[in-house]
């Protein structure tokens, strides 16, 4: 095939063939296409978009580029759960071992923290000892043991996503809904499961701010899983909020303790158990997902949920005391509490400058070489709609540096607008696809 025919093709606005996108796809992971020339794909495609057939397609040849996870050796569903990224998302922590309690199987490979959102996998390694790198034997072993692993990308999964994403990160093409979704669900479809649950975020917190865009999103990825026979259900969520209380990779460990052992309930609980819910009926251990829910409530207030949560961080080297003692664990050296400047009830977060505020702490990275302190972050007390008055502490700061302390002081005081009456909450869970 004719490369530069190809992407004549895709700048005219005309559909490729699977065959045509096999090729590009790989042709540039073996080093036959040179970047100057997949980046002129990548922006024909950013600007004129790809079908359903195109997607299913890049989708595929990316997902082929690497191995495919077999785990028909361990006899059960198993049920991922993906989030597009937001502030203080900390799902994964909560839902992977409440689904493994209830006996689905939950192999789950994250990602690490860029820009204003968290990443699963730096929150798990604020865990001494926690391994997320294991090889793909250890990951099955783990998975058959205890019902969950939780592992990054390996350099099996998926190699032609890490060679794209870094050239679209430098070709301004990162926000191309198909892109993303071949990016996506290459590494989920990787990971040998039979379902997914997906949460797509949309709000001034996440990538996808526009309910219109996050709709589209959310499609595209589930008639994606749909397309290659897995069973899917996509929530869009609201993100115009950190989600619980707690923005930084310990604090976060800690937060999810908190909702697995000492039966906390806020908007990050409710969260948890509709995902873990969608998890265990898709894993058909429930006849439904009102079930599934009911079930998820019953094994997070036995205790089970937490005692899986114990098990799987044990097996994965993790230093079990922290997770029994999270008190113990090292503080930062500076500790500011924030107060309010005047009274009102608070009617708009600006929560992607929360995320810029814990990254300016160190709990986060504007580079992928850039080191991140585990113990640095933010407790945000209130939500909206909550009545604040002048003196009451908005939220708590946590910093080895005092100048970083001061620089996210002004940010989050800068973040917050307040109103003379109760205005609407938004709603947490604004649609459902299945």
């Known amino acids: ?72 050796s361990i006899k059960g569903v198993k049920v991922d759960k993906h989030s597009t990224g937001g502030v203080g998302d900390k799902t994964s922590l909560i839902i992977a071992p409440i689904a493994a309690a209830a006996g689905v199987y939950v192999p789950m490979i994250s990602g690490r923290g860029l820009g204003h959102t968290g990443g699963t996998l730096d929150k798990l390694e604020s865990i001494p000892g926690f391994r997320t790198n294991l090889n793909l034997t ?57 379902a997914l649950v997906l949460d797509v975020k949309t709000g001034n917190g996440a ?16 008639n994606t899983a749909k397309a290659f026979g897995k069973k899917c259900v996509a929530f869009i969520t609201d993100m115009n909020q950190p989600l619980g209380n707690y923005i930084g990779n310990w604090l976060e460990v800690y937060e999810s303790i908190q909702v697995l052992r000492d039966g906390k309930k806020n908007d990050l609980t409710e969260l948890s158990l ?15 997902f009102e079930e599934g829910i009911e079930k998820a409530i019953t094994l997070l207030n036995s205790g089970k949920a937490f005692d899986k949560f114990l098990e799987l961080v044990k097996v994965q080297g993790g ?35 929360i995320g810029m505020a814990a990254i300016d702490l160190g709990a986060g990275r504007l580079k992928k070489e850039d080191k991140i302190d585990p113990k640095a972050g933010i407790i945000f007390n209130y939500k909206l709609g909550d009545k604040i008055n002048k003196g009451d502490v908005i939220a708590e700061v946590f910093s080895d540096s005092n100048e970083k ?30």
């Open 1 to 72: 095939m004719n490369t530069i025919e190809i992407i004549r093709k895709k700048r005219d606005n005309h559909s490729l063939t699977k065959e045509e996108i096999e090729f590009l796809i790989s042709a540039y992971t073996k080093g036959k296409i040179p970047d100057y020339q997949f980046s002129a794909f990548l922006m024909a495609a950013f600007l004129n978009g790809l079908n359903k057939n195109e997607t299913a397609a890049l989708t595929e040849a990316m997902l082929y580029s690497g191995k495919v996870v077999d785990l028909s």
């Open 274 to 288: 509709i995902l873990a819910g969608a998890m265990i009926y898709l894993g058909r251990k429930a006849k439904s």
């Open 138 to 194: 250890e990951y099955k072993n783990v998975l058959k043991k205890t019902g969950a692993v939780l592992i990054g990308q390996t350099k099996e999964i998926a190699p032609a996503d890490k060679l794209i994403y870094s050239l679209r990160d430098v070709t301004a093409t990162v926000e191309s809904i198909p892109l993303i979704t071949g990016s996506i669900m290459s590494k989920k479809l990787a990971e040998g499961i039979d």
């Open 207 to 222: 990538f996808m701010r526009e309910m219109k865009d996050a709709e589209q999103l959310a499609y595209s990825l589930y």
């Open 319 to 353: 230093d079990i005391s922290y997770i029994k003692n999270p008190d113990r664990y090292p503080k930062s050296r500076y500790h500011k509490k924030i107060k309010m400047l005047k009274d009102g009830f608070i009617s708009f977060i600006d929560t992607y400058e």
């Open 405 to 434: 302390i001061n620089l996210a002081e002004k940010r989050i005081l800068n973040s917050i607008k307040l109103s003379e009456r109760k205005t609407k909450i938004p709603a947490l869970v604004k649609q459902i696809i299945n």
